[in-house]
């Protein structure tokens, strides 16, 4: 279950991520920060922490009420992603807003990977003998309103701190042998990236699709999690 990553800063600012990757726990939390990057590895670390302590345990006490819907493991991802939601809201943004984060969390136990996130990244499966899939797309701001020719500098659409109540979008798919889960965080998406062959589905192939000529100013995060 390795997890590789790359940023590229290009001309235009975008934050370095902050993430928790744990073998043992099949985790993985990747949070970008619109703000204080201390305060958004609190709160990476507020749903690390949950998570392991309730890794096993469907009996726990839980500060959010679970939803029926879920496993055992998505519900400790929503409520992990809500104690994190819930630290920033009171204790970074409780007079006025100061900090906020795009949010991404996905674990893996064997019968289903399940992630939930808020804003960026754009998710995508990549199976063996299959194209790759999209599974989400995050629609930012400079997407909306940027004009043809001239893109904006990154703007999130949407944030875990700014609100008691975040809109957390949750996902759940049955994982194959060879799974790969491929993440990137980037206003606007070349089409090159669905013709990648097998062999090319990695941080060095998909690197070199994202920061071809036209796009080189763009920047961007970019995780790939072998399953």
Do not use: C
Not at 15 to 35: I, M, Q
Not at 92 to 117: H, I, P
């Amino acid at each position: 279950m390795s997890f590789q990553q790359r940023s590229y800063a290009g001309k235009i600012f975008r934050p370095k991520p902050e993430f928790h990757h744990s073998d043992s726990e099949r985790l993985l939390v990747v949070a970008t920060p619109w703000g204080n990057r201390a305060g958004t590895r609190r709160a990476v670390d507020t749903l690390s922490e949950f998570f392991a302590s309730n890794l096993g345990d469907n009996e726990a006490t839980s500060p959010f009420r679970k939803l029926p819907h879920l496993s055992a493991v998505g519900n400790n991802l929503r409520i992990g992603v809500l104690l994190a939601n819930e630290y920033f809201f009171n204790s970074e943004n409780k007079d006025e807003y100061k900090n906020g984060a795009e949010f991404f969390a996905a674990a893996y136990d064997q019968k289903e990977v399940v992630w939930l996130q808020v804003g960026h990244p754009h998710v995508f499966l990549k199976r063996q003998g299959r194209p790759i899939l999209q599974l989400s797309a995050s629609i930012d701001l400079s997407m909306e309103l940027s004009l043809p020719g001239k893109a904006l500098p990154p703007l999130p659409g949407e944030l875990i701190g700014i609100d008691a109540n975040p809109h957390i979008v949750i996902n759940s798919f049955r994982p194959a042998p060879g799974d790969k889960l491929v993440l990137i965080s980037r206003s606007w998406l070349p089409q090159e990236l669905f013709a990648l062959p097998d062999d090319e589905i990695s941080v060095e192939g998909i690197s070199r699709v994202l920061s071809q000529q036209g796009s080189e100013d763009l920047p961007y995060w970019l995780g790939v999690w072998d399953l």
